[in-house]
């Protein structure tokens, strides 16, 4: 089966009342922190800013998204030189756009 003929699509049952509320949390905090953005071939790179607590609430993220949205990658970069923060979301050409609407929509 290709993935034309069995589209990504996310379940949103996935998660419990409660695990919805701390991801969609977790979800806006890395939204207002955003402070760049690379497109990449499959997906988006997003440039964290560095506050307290930002790599729990990614990983609180990660752990929502991996329950309901389960064809997405995920890499984390933290450069200690920079104390940059990086946090990729890949996926297909498909899911690209999925991301662009989740990550980049008012």
Same mark, same amino acid.
């Given at each position: 089966m290709t993935?034309?003929?069995? @589209? @990504?699509? $996310?379940d949103l049952l996935a998660l419990s009342p409660a695990q919805r509320e !701390?991801?969609?949390q977790a979800k806006r905090r890395i939204k207002n922190a955003i402070q760049e953005i690379e497109a990449l071939p499959t997906g988006y790179a997003f440039r964290?800013?560095?506050e307290p607590g930002m790599i729990v609430s990614v990983a +609180?993220?990660?752990? &929502?998204? !991996? !329950?309901c949205c389960p064809f997405y990658a995920f890499?984390? +970069?933290i450069t200690p030189s920079t104390e940059e923060t990086?946090? $990729?979301?890949? &996926?297909?050409e498909e899911?690209?756009?999925?991301? !662009?609407? #989740?990550?980049? #929509?008012a």
């Open positions: 993935n034309e003929e069995n @589209p @990504p699509v $996310c !701390r991801y969609e964290l800013s560095d +609180e993220f990660i752990e &929502g998204e !991996r !329950r890499h984390l +970069e990086w946090l $990729c979301v890949t &996926g297909t899911t690209k756009d999925l991301i !662009r609407e #989740a990550f980049l #929509a």
